[in-house]
């Protein structure tokens, strides 16, 4: 039996009840991890004509947590962001996302932008989640069809990024 939207944010509004921090959010990467290999789920929420590239699929009314779907048909490389005061947890569906997580090594101020390096890259495959925690600079690099559930902490439509700009090197940042 397919996973409802209904009973996936009951899932998440259980484990962050239980646990607000770091363990509850890893709680909610297994429950994202097993509806991300849920086909009539997938089928039902994450198509191009709905997703594309993001909608709100639901916005807990007491949490606040949000559950989007995400739809990325051609390439799409994202420069390095963190999600302002929100946490988010990326799940990948369909296809493959090259992340990059980045090194903070200038806070920015004012108008000056917070300058990172890259530290650490990995491949996110079909049922992958992985929890970005406030403040964690990461990147995605989607190279073809891709669809994800993200959960964010916060609706990020309502949210101010961070400006950050990766840090002039030697080796040009990816």
């Not at 779907?69 to 369909?94: R, T």
């Amino acid at each position: 039996m397919a996973t409802t939207l209904e009973q996936l944010s009951t899932d998440i509004r259980t484990a962050l009840k239980a646990d607000a921090g770091p363990a509850g959010k890893q709680a909610v990467c297994g429950i994202v991890s097993k509806v991300l290999r849920d086909k009539d789920f997938i089928a039902e929420h994450l198509t191009s004509e709905q997703c594309k590239p993001r909608k709100v699929l639901y916005e807990d009314p007491e949490l606040g947590f949000c559950i989007c779907g995400h739809v990325y048909e051609k390439p799409a490389h994202g420069a390095p962001h963190d999600h302002g005061p929100s946490w988010a947890i990326y799940g990948l569906a369909v296809g493959d996302t090259e992340m990059t997580d980045w090194r903070i090594v200038q806070k920015g101020e004012g108008a000056a932008p917070t300058l990172v390096e890259p530290e650490t890259t990995y491949v996110m495959r079909p049922g992958d989640a992985h929890f970005y925690e406030v403040g964690v600079v990461h990147s995605p690099k989607r190279d073809g069809l891709t669809k994800l559930v993200r959960i964010e902490g916060s609706n990020l439509d309502r949210i101010k990024r961070s400006n950050i700009k990766a840090a002039e090197t030697g080796n040009k940042a990816a």
